[in-house]
């Protein structure tokens, strides 16, 4: 039998309450509530590699690129390493994830990266070489053009007052 909930309700509402005479003073509604939800077994969400959560519901090679430092063919060079099949990372076994884990804290991934490239930036910086210096004006380091592009560096475009377009 289901068991019911009483809800107050105002007196000038007149409801009938299971057969029962309502009290004019006092007067509930009886709804039927369910039994809680049952709760499902614990299931891991995402498997932590490298300080990265990487996604459960991948196939191990896309989702070790989620890693900072990884990319299609260093994912590729750890599977093959590690003699582990491509398959969905869910499924892997604690073993395969333990030699994962540790092919994969041999390379420089995340933080380090990232702090390794900082200082090559400011080194480039201190020395004020041609590259260094293309850093601290905000453009393109590597030769591309910057007429017309490079809005990615330079910003958004600043229109000069005054300035008029030629007549063609």
Do not use: W
């Not at 007149?14 to 809680?36: A, K, M």
């Not at 490298?50 to 989620?66: A, C, D, H, T």
């Not at 076994?93 to 884990?101: A, G, K, N, Q, V």
């Not at 850093?135 to 393109?140: M, R």
Request: aromatic letters at 4%; hydrophobic letters at 35%.
């Amino acid at each position: 039998m289901a068991q019911t909930l009483a809800i107050p309700l105002a007196p000038s509402l007149s409801v009938i309450c299971n057969g029962r005479s309502p009290n004019p003073l006092y007067n509930t509604l009886s709804f039927p509530v369910s039994s809680p939800p049952k709760v499902r077994a614990l299931s891991i969400k995402s498997v932590r590699v490298g300080g990265v959560e990487i996604p459960n519901n991948k196939r191990v090679e896309y989702s070790l690129q989620y890693i900072h430092g990884i990319g299609r063919s260093l994912a590729r060079k750890i599977l093959v390493d590690l003699n582990i099949e491509n398959k969905i990372t869910k499924d892997l076994s604690e073993e395969e994830l333990i030699t994962m884990r540790d092919q994969v804290s041999k390379f420089m991934i995340e933080g380090d990266l990232r702090r390794f490239n900082a200082l090559n930036i400011r080194r480039l910086k201190e020395i004020q070489c041609y590259r260094g210096m293309r850093h601290i004006q905000g453009l393109p380091c590597r030769g591309q053009r910057t007429k017309n592009n490079c809005r990615t560096l330079k910003g958004k475009r600043v229109s000069i007052p005054g300035k008029k377009k030629a007549p063609r």
